[in-house]
């Protein structure tokens, strides 16, 4: 017996296969940790049918997060899709482990993430995909741990990437400032010290924290934006951030907008730090 699929269902299919065909599951191999780690890369469309090379922005997940979260946690469907085709880029939404801040371990071989992403993840991708290698083309932005990220790898290595974003950000990894239970309090503090040891939270800052970067951020020339919900436990330490970056008169951009530590407030700010990044990318080879 023959199935009949109508026409609605024959176009729905073939668009699924359309978005399904921009994403692509690696996994990188780490000698730092001597494990794989997996990443998502989507593509613009067109990317298969072309000889273009493209820029390329990185999307760093939360402190509990995967990979897979920016694809699957979005309150709008297949946004990155839609992000990487308005803007012609491709965008690498790689994993690491839990909250690990994106840093290189002092202590433990097993978290050497800042390693991974300069010296393993970027060059896999730009070997292996059609990338504009140069840091006029690469830009980087994250949420909550992510942002941390995202400001810390590029205020250490400004000659990878031309713009760096924070969403809701672990701007300082100081529990005291974030507005949470005693009981994650806790638990945040005692993987801190299981991964960096004994450090000191109070100013001047330790370089494991983003707040303790400010200097470097002040003459690099990344275009830096950073927002925060109002209604997120992490709101002071962004403020922190914004004032000491007006002390020392680095150039940001910096907002406040309604909303909390969700999905639907990333997912509303992603399009704000595509935007831009887009406006300081450069587009040609």
């Not at 979005?74 to 839990?98: F, M, R």
């Not at 993840?121 to 292996?128: E, H």
């Not at 040891?197 to 200097?215: A, H, K, Q, R, W």
Request: glycine fraction near 6%; charged fraction near 20%.
């Amino acid at each position: 017996m023959i199935k009949k699929i109508s026409l609605t269902s024959w176009i729905f299919l073939l668009f699924q296969n359309i978005l399904f065909s921009q994403v692509d599951t690696i996994e990188v191999f780490s000698q730092a940790m001597n494990k794989s780690l997996k990443a998502a890369v989507v593509k613009p469309e067109g990317y298969s049918e072309n000889n273009k090379s493209y820029p390329t922005i990185f999307l760093l997940h939360g402190g509990s997060g995967s990979f897979s979260d920016w694809h699957k946690k979005t309150t709008e469907p297949n946004l990155l899709n839609k992000l990487a085709n308005q803007y012609e880029v491709i965008i690498v939404t790689p994993g690491v482990g839990p909250s690990s801040y994106y840093y290189d371990s002092p202590i433990l071989d097993s978290v050497k993430y800042e390693t991974y992403f300069i010296e393993e993840l970027i060059p896999f991708i730009d070997k292996n995909y059609r990338t504009i290698n140069n840091r006029n083309s690469r830009a980087i932005t994250g949420l909550s741990m992510g942002g941390h990220g995202s400001l810390m790898l590029s205020a250490k290595h400004p000659e990878l990437f031309i713009a760096a974003g924070s969403m809701s950000g672990v701007m300082n990894i100081d529990t005291r400032m974030w507005k949470v239970s005693d009981e994650f309090r806790k638990l945040r503090l005692s993987g801190q010290k299981a991964m960096l040891g004994e450090i000191n939270y109070d100013s001047p800052f330790t370089e494991y924290t983003v707040v303790g970067l400010v200097e470097k951020m002040k003459d690099n020339g990344i275009s830096l934006i950073i927002d925060c919900g109002v209604d997120d436990f992490l709101l002071e330490t962004n403020r922190q951030i914004h004032q000491l970056l007006l002390q020392n008169q680095t150039p940001h951009e910096y907002t406040e907008r309604p909303g909390a530590h969700t999905w639907q407030y990333w997912t509303e700010a992603l399009p704000y730090h595509l935007l831009f990044i887009n406006r300081v990318l450069i587009k040609q080879p």
